[in-house]
């Protein structure tokens, strides 16, 4: 066990209401992404972290911001959820991405925007 | 973003059968992962690629970093049910992040 978890793991929303992902982990990692996974599209970056404070966005950023006030948890939050942003959200962890050892990822949350 | 494509998209075999599936690049990478992935859970790395031409195994699985940098295969030998799963290539060039395929989805019939 990698010590990633991801909250909630389903959520049913309406439309235009707000909504917060929280990714925490125990490996004192500094880089953290968050990803959503569609049909079709496999796995693409939304936000990802580089250290407390630090975040960059993403291929798909729009309608999304991210926070990271502390190294273990980072915030994804939907700010006015729409129906295309219905998809399984992965939070991913990475001591050094440069060296090649790749992410570890947590069990998801499967959002529903209705 | 770096498009990975990945083939094929899906793929039924009996128990026992040997499985070859690869992906392939426009843009040269300096690391190729494999990853998998269960119903309901999250990819999990099973092979790191980071030469040009190398060959690594992980039980019955073998991956290969192709020799024009814009592709890797990985191939499962004797399939059984438990290898069921989507099967994720990331390649990774300069950068600080992975890029990831569009995977393969793999389903096994006892």
């Known amino acids: 066990d990698a010590g990633i978890t991801q909250s909630p793991r389903h959520k049913v929303t309406e439309t235009g209401t707000p909504v917060t992902l929280r990714c925490h982990q125990t490996e004192n990692h500094r880089y953290m992404y968050w990803y959503r996974q569609d049909p079709g599209h496999g796995l693409r970056l939304i936000h990802y972290?580089?250290?407390?404070?630090?975040?960059d966005k993403g291929e798909v950023s729009d309608g999304y911001s991210v926070s990271r006030s502390k190294t273990e948890d980072f915030l994804l939050t939907l700010e006015s959820a729409t129906s295309s942003q219905t998809s399984v959200y992965f939070c991913a962890i990475s001591e050094s991405p440069g060296s090649g050892y790749g992410y570890t990822f947590g069990s998801g949350t499967r959002l529903t925007v209705v | 973003g770096q498009q990975l494509n990945q083939s094929p998209q899906s793929m039924f075999i009996q128990e026992g059968e040997d499985v070859s599936m690869n992906c392939t690049s426009s843009?040269?990478?300096?690391?190729w992962l494999w990853y998998k992935q269960d119903p309901g859970e999250g990819p999990v790395l099973l092979i790191a690629?980071?030469?040009?031409?190398e060959l690594t195994s992980n039980g019955r699985l073998t991956a290969q970093f192709g020799i024009t940098r814009k592709d890797s295969f990985l191939n499962i030998s004797a399939s059984i049910p438990s290898d069921v799963g989507i099967y994720f290539c990331a390649g990774q060039n300069t950068g600080n992040q992975f890029y990831f395929g569009t995977g393969t989805s793999l389903t096994v019939i006892p």
């Open positions: 972290s580089y250290g407390v404070k630090d975040t």
């Open positions: 690629l980071y030469k040009a031409g």
């Open positions: 843009s040269i990478f300096n690391t």
